[in-house]
């Protein structure tokens, strides 16, 4: 059974300063993994993927994390925190059949102060 | 194009009504997904289709039934409202139903059961 783990479920931080998001994941096959924002009153979108390949991802927003298979890692960085990137965060897990769906995690919300 | 719609956005019900939640894609989208979120336990998966004519359950179907009327909807029915059932629901959609896939997300609705 695949599962995920967001450390943290509310991160602050002041803009300009970096951000980061954790996500550890537990699957017994090589995983596909996800980075969905939700900003209020609002549905998810994504904002980047790991299928396979290159480990460091890019994504929206400036947005990027690395998938690392030794530490079951996906952590979610972006340098320099923008007011707008206040939102709340999920990781997801899939095991990349045909037919399933996402695992999330419980999500992140992070807060940016001026 | 809309993308992923919801109705209604909003709803209150009784303990043991009962109601019919819409979802509709225009993305010719193959698998299409209910989700429930509630705070602090990130989204989790009710029920979904891979594939039109087939629905499977996810992690918490109790207490809902599905239709996938054809390619393009799928609805959520609640056939005896309870207040557990107070949530925000989502329903989304993505092309090949792999787990490779980003999924795409309507609004959401906002429901209460008194």
Redesign the interface.
């Known amino acids: 059974a695949q599962s995920v783990t967001q450390l943290g ?1 509310h991160v602050s931080v002041s803009e300009g300063a970096l951000v980061l998001l954790r996500c550890n994941y537990s699957s017994s096959v090589p995983p ?1 993994l ?1 980075w969905y924002v939700q900003y209020p ?6 904002l980047l ?1 790991y ?1 396979t390949g290159a480990t460091l991802v890019k994504g929206i927003n400036g947005f990027e994390a690395e998938f690392k298979k030794s530490e079951t890692s996906f952590h979610l960085t972006k340098p320099s925190a923008h007011m707008s990137d206040a939102a709340e965060y ?1 990781c997801a897990v ?9 695992i ?4 992140t919300t992070l807060s940016v102060s001026s | 194009n809309a993308g ?1 719609t919801q109705t209604p956005k909003f709803q209150v019900l009784k303990t043991g009504q009962s109601m019919t939640l819409q979802c509709a894609q225009d993305m010719n989208h193959n ?1 299409m ?1 209910w ?1 429930r979120q509630d705070p ?6 009710i029920y ?1 289709s ?2 039109e004519g087939t629905t ?1 359950k ?1 992690e918490v179907p109790n207490g809902y039934n599905v239709s996938r009327l054809n390619k393009r909807e799928f609805s959520l029915r609640l056939e005896s409202a309870a207040p557990s059932q107070t949530s925000v629901y ?1 329903c ?1 959609s993505s092309e ?5 896939d ?2 795409f ?4 609705t906002r429901l209460t059961v008194l």
């Open positions: 479920s596909y996800f009153n609002q549905g998810l979108q994504l993927k299928t999920f899939s095991d990349g059949q045909a037919g399933t769906a996402l999330f995690g419980k999500g | 992923v698998s997904y989700y602090g336990m990130g989204l989790r998966l979904y891979a594939s499977d996810g989502f989304a090949l139903g792999g787990g490779w980003e999924q997300f309507g609004p959401g």
